[in-house]
């Protein structure tokens, strides 16, 4: 395998991990990107006069936005692949950037998150798909690779606007326009690459495997996981958007104090996101989502009732274990329905932000009502919707015996 994304073969089911690397490291850059809206809403909430409802529908606009469109695009490229789509859905990014870093209105602000949406529905499930396409055998280590990416973007994001756009206002937004052009040329070398190989990945016996799970089961876990994902969503999202109040509120924290620890947050989140694959293709993916969700149950229920060394704590043991869920979630879901990998990705990327956006609002219109206190109160809870995770059936092993066919199939080509 060559280390060029522009010049690999998967003429055998090998792992690509240059590309992997190429992907995760645009997918760095897109959500870092993407991350610098959230972690300036205590930059933008004074001069603008805005509400926590209002800086819930912020997120609605952008995520809602993001949520329609994914799995449309990834049913859409199902049957037509765009090879340089990627690109494409950089350059939205960049254009909201340039329209949030000289929006002068509350309006106008919602109209550049709705670009940044954009971005990310174009992005996400093509991206998915490409990494599904080079993982080999490795899916749930290539989904966490790529994922990982991701999470370290929205963990910079909060640090990046502690650094550069706090002390230098909106209108420094437009310097990240840079990293957005680094991204449009990394990813259309990337779309070369995916050109190149798409015909041999279309062949793949795995990619067009059979469904033995009746019509009922298949409904039944599709209704468990998208459960899962509320759960997951709604409790990550109260930490994202409104830790950093939760902070300045009950520590008396600045506003750079705070998005220092958010960092941490999301930092260990990322950490915590390369586990869930690997795990997940050696032990079962059932197991990793179990432990990911219903495990942070414990901590999340304590947060609200320590001190701020404590809460730090508690909060890198909650980003790290709950963010090995997604991963294996979505593996999961490709397996469960094969064949269909740019609709299941889109669908669950959609799903993410979709919850994403809803419960920034409903969680901000809380906060109004009662106090950020009441809101971590009442969200320590929602890991315990994990539970449902024992009506998922086991997969694995018609799993195993897809990838054995995948292998010998290889072996003779």
Known sequence: MHNDPGKSSLGKAETAMAVLVALSASHLINDTLQALLPAIYPMLKGPFGLSFTQIGLITLSYQLTASILQP???????????????????????????SLSRAASYPMILVSSVIIGM???????????????????????????????????????????????????????IWFGVLALG????????????????????????????QTLSRGTVSLSLAVLVSLIFSKYFYLVSITNYYTFYLIQRFGLSIQGAQYLLFVFLAAVAAGTILGGPLGDRFGRKYVIWISILGVAPFSILLPHVGLGATVVLSVLIGAILASAF?????????????????????????AFGMGGVASAALGKIADLRSIGFLFNACGYLPLIGILTWFLPDIESASRRARRIEGQAAESA
Do not use: C
């Not at 294996?328 to 469960?336: F, N, R, S, T």
């Not at 990998?341 to 669950?348: A, D, E, N, T």
């Open 72 to 98: 449309l695009i990834g049913a859409y490229t199902d049957r037509n692949p765009r090879p340089y789509s990627l690109a494409w859905g950089m350059a939205f990014t960049l254009t909201g950037l340039v």
């Open 119 to 173: 971005g990310s529905a174009i992005f996400h499930p093509e991206a998915s798909r490409m990494a599904h396409m080079a993982a080999g055998n490795r899916h749930g280590f290539a989904q966490s690779l790529f994922q990982v990416g991701g999470n370290f973007g929205s963990s910079l994001g909060p640090l990046l606007a502690a650094l550069i756009v706090v002390p230098n206002g909106q209108a420094s937004i």
């Open 327 to 351: 991963s294996a979630i979505l593996v999961y879901a490709q397996e469960l329905i094969p064949g269909k990998v740019g609709m299941i990705s889109g669908l669950f990327f959609g799903l």
């Open 183 to 210: 991204g449009i040329a990394l990813l259309t070398r990337v779309g070369g690459w995916y050109r190149r190989n798409l015909p041999s990945f279309r062949k793949r016996p795995s990619v067009h495997g059979p």
